[in-house]
């Protein structure tokens, strides 16, 4: 039963779970810019946590900050080659969610749905942020929805952007039969070994069938990234932020939201089924939705010209 509450959880994570289209065009993807080597720091939270961030073009001051916020499987340097289409023109903040990454808690109990969201405004009074927008990529989606309809009045949120997001529990889609025989196959914990198999399978379940076989180049790379992220997420920390998520329903939170708003979904994400995103939309008064019929779970893989269309929207 325990298990069965997790796996919704888990494909709230996994939109971001990769970088998007490289610097150098591979399969004839669109190339990003490059930028320059972020300032690395880190916030300790009131409980004792510890939140590594990386801040990006801290210089630019015309455009109003970015902050990504991840999915439960993701470490920032998976954000890498999504930062040069936002980071234009403005500070782009990046950070690993409590328990990840460069991110750590002194026991996974600390690890919960509300931490995470208060880990937002954290950031933002350690960086002097009262003005800032949010991009949230699945599960971090849910965060943000949270966020955005409950933050304080001292704070400025301008645009927020939900990608391949859920608003409550119940909606998934059919991938979760695949990922319930895969892990209760593992051992518990995995072997290194096991532990990397899995995440592969995971990983290229949430594509589509038709991008793997029509960019073969794209998909070695999109492998040798998850090997190299891979050695940054453990089993129990996977597990322990798919706990914070295993029940939720966000209806009521969404009807509260008044930032413009735009929602992308693909129609092929197996993970989070469209209905997710026009309901998603529906709920949210005044936003803006945007559905790719070939788009998978992790929409800017399968679709790079999506980060574009989340670059306008911002500079809005």
């Known amino acids: 039963m325990q298990l069965q509450l997790l796996l919704p959880a888990i494909f709230l994570g996994l939109t971001a779970a990769h970088s998007a289209p490289n610097i150098e065009p591979v399969d004839g993807k669109v190339a990003s810019r490059p930028v320059a080597k972020p300032i690395i720091g880190n916030v300790t939270t009131p409980d004792g946590s510890l939140l590594g961030f990386h801040l990006y ?95 304080t009045k001292d704070l400025v949120l301008e645009h927020l952007v939900l990608i391949s997001s859920a608003y409550k529990t119940g909606n998934e889609g059919p991938l979760m039969t695949n990922v319930t025989q895969w892990i209760n196959e593992m051992s518990k914990p995995p072997g290194a070994e096991e532990w990397q198999t899995f995440q592969e399978k995971l990983f290229l379940a949430c594509l589509t069938p038709e991008y793997i076989r029509d960019h073969p180049k794209r998909i070695k790379v999109f492998l040798e990234q998850v090997r190299q992220t891979g050695r940054k997420r453990s089993f129990d920390a996977l597990m322990a932020q798919a706990s914070a998520f295993a029940r939720y329903d966000l209806t009521e939170d969404l009807k509260r939201i008044n ?42 893989e399968t679709i790079p010209e999506s980060l574009k269309v989340i670059a306008r929207f911002l500079d809005k």
């Open 57 to 151: 073009n801290n210089t630019k001051k015309t455009g109003t900050p970015v902050i990504l916020i991840g999915g439960l499987f993701q470490v920032q340097d998976e954000w890498k080659d999504v930062v040069p289409y936002l980071a234009k023109d403005r500070p782009v903040l990046t950070y690993d969610h409590r328990g990840i990454g460069e991110s750590s808690v002194p026991n996974y109990s600390l690890v919960t749905m509300s931490t995470m969201v208060q880990d937002i405004q954290l950031l933002t009074q350690h960086l002097g942020w009262r003005r800032f927008n949010l991009v949230g990529i699945s599960m971090g989606a849910i965060i943000s929805q949270i966020f955005a309809a409950n933050y």
């Open 259 to 300: 930032v413009p708003t735009l929602v992308l979904h693909g129609g092929k994400d197996g993970g989070q089924p469209p209905q997710n995103g026009r309901d998603i939309h529906a709920l949210i008064p005044g936003s803006k939705y945007i559905e790719y019929p070939d788009g998978g779970h992790i929409l800017y």
